[in-house]
């Protein structure tokens, strides 16, 4: 496996990380501002660059490269394996009702005989992500590692794009299966985020949609804690994510970011399920706190001997990006020093995060994480 890395700037175009270039690559991943991604220019430059990859991209709410979080450019990573079989398959999904179906026929499509890996790549906003899992697992055996993300638009919850072999527009999920057993996937997910107020009951939501918390309006309580700020709705809700979990004391949890709102019935819709009967609580972000799950998840990533023809995929949340300001490269910095800076980075800020939980060890959608995937073929 041999791993090169570009960067496209409005000041200085493209530019190689290294002098040395990939000519047989078989797969190239790239993420971009939608200004950039949406004309088709940009992927035809990388089409020219790898003619004979596939090219599986989509827009972000920023960019990493190694340790430098951007905004408005395009990052890749061109990766040619020796060993290790691909598949890919897109999908037109035209309501978020049909996530499970739509993760179910792209399960269906990749499954075959070798499979073991799935990286992943969905529209950001008409998804429900737990679903859209859901349907992939209805299909695939448990052992498959499956992770990735929801394409985003800065904090704009507008256009997401995503592209496979094309040029990325809305309604796309894509993804590719990797066969074989000489790619070896190592992946972690923390967040970091600390719970504040009192535990609620969800008392009322369909899917993805909160519609009550102990009785009363959901919108109404975020509102009343976001004060001023809830002008800004539905982004300044990033900064307050909510805590789901089935019982007391579980260790189970899951995060749920805000990608919607409805003012009509004072709900909130969020990127993956609230179901009813669940406990929720309010989050709030701390900066050392964030930093550490970063590195953290790196850690969880990091099960075979890496060296710089590994590849490590960022995927982390929007939210942490608004949080974390002008400090946000502190957790692309602590990522790289948990894998010792020897791991090529390229990643992106989403509005969700594919990927197995910690303590299950099942796949699910997660919001407000950093999670860490590490491509490394024996």
Known sequence: MKVEQQIWTQENGWRQKEEKHIKNANLVIYFGGKGLLDSGKRYEEIKSLYPHAHLLGCSTGGEIYDNDVLDNSVVLAAIEFDNTPLKTISVEIKDNKESFDKGKEIAK???????????????????????????????????????????????????????????????????????????????????????????????????NILYELDGKPALDLYKRYLGEEAEGLPGSALLFPLSVSPEEGSEHDIVRTVVGIDEENKAMIFAGDVPEGYSAQLMHGDFDHLVNGAAKAAKLAEREKLSSNSLAILVSCIGRKLLLGQEISDETEAVSAALNNEVPMIGFYSYGEICHQQFTKECGLHNQTMTVTILHEQ
């Open 109 to 207: 499509a990749l499954k075959k005989e070798g499979l073991s890996n799935v990286f992943i790549l969905s529209n950001g906003t008409n998804v429900n992500g737990s679903e859209l899992v859901r349907g992939l697992y209805s299909v695939f055996d448990k052992d498959v590692i499956v992770t990735g993300g929801l394409a985003g638009d800065a904090a704009d919850f507008g256009q997401t794009f995503v592209g496979l072999d094309a040029t990325p527009k809305m309604n796309t999920i894509a993804a590719v299966g990797f066969y074989g057993d000489a790619l070896k996937i190592g992946y972690g997910s923390v967040g970091g985020w600390d719970v504040f107020g009192p535990k609620r009951v969800i008392t009322k939501s369909q899917n």
